[in-house]
């Protein structure tokens, strides 16, 4: 498919850095960002708030197709009869009109959104929606399936990966930097966890896509991943 702007898939586990690094692309090359795990976690806390019973696939493949997901950058206005949470600073996600950007990034959400993930129904339906986000091109999308199933043809397909440990000890860094107590152990299971559960899933297992750069971010910062992300794109396609 012929586009106007490149696409960019970043994958990778949780943790790797791939938002971070997906924003650092995306501002270097004046792209739209797209944090498609930010819909999974939206579905999962709109689940639990409604008493959906995450285990019934028809009831959160309803749900998941029902919503209205919207991100909304930083500084930009928000929609009449909007119910906002948190500081308002950064990207904000809203579900049916209420800002759920807080919300979604408890160690609660992150469980719940590993387990609606695996549900087929549901990621179909976020895969449809994320489709037509970089129907036109210029975005950088991250998530666990954008290089293999979203977007195969993607201009550019990086995977990042890291050692569970550091995963764990970034995840852990940034829950007590939103003033969230928890056990560093409990953090590295979690995360353990999560890999199971996304490496073994039926639908769309997370591996790296064919023709994906791999960058294993253990030791790098997300500046330097982000540069050389950059650096490949430019490479590939062209002055962005």
Known sequence: MKRRRPVVAIDGPTAAGKSTV?????????????????????????????????GDADAVTRLANSMVIEFRPAGA????????????????VLVDGQDVTEAIRTPEASDAASRVSVIGGV????????????????????????????????????????????????????????GQTVDL????RSEAERDRRDETRTHSPLRPAEGAVVLDTTTTTAEEVAEVIVRIVRERIGVV
Request: aromatic share 4%; no cysteine.
């Open 123 to 178: 990621r179909e339906a976020m895969v449809a929606r994320q489709r037509v986000m970089g129907t036109d091109g210029g975005v950088v999308m991250e998530g666990r399936d954008i290089g293999t199933v979203v977007f195969p043809d993607a201009d550019v397909k990086v995977f990042l990966k890291a050692s569970l440990e550091t995963r764990a000890r970034r995840r852990h860094a940034e829950l007590l930097a939103r």
């Open 22 to 54: 997906a924003r650092g692309v995306a501002r270097r090359l004046g792209l739209l960002y797209v944090d498609t795990g930010a819909m999974y976690r939206s579905v999962a806390v709109t689940a639990l708030r409604r008493a959906i019973d995450l």
């Open 185 to 188: 152990e409990e953090v590295r």
């Open 77 to 92: 206005p928000a929609p009449a009869g909007a119910s906002p949470s948190g500081s308002g600073t950064g990207d904000r």
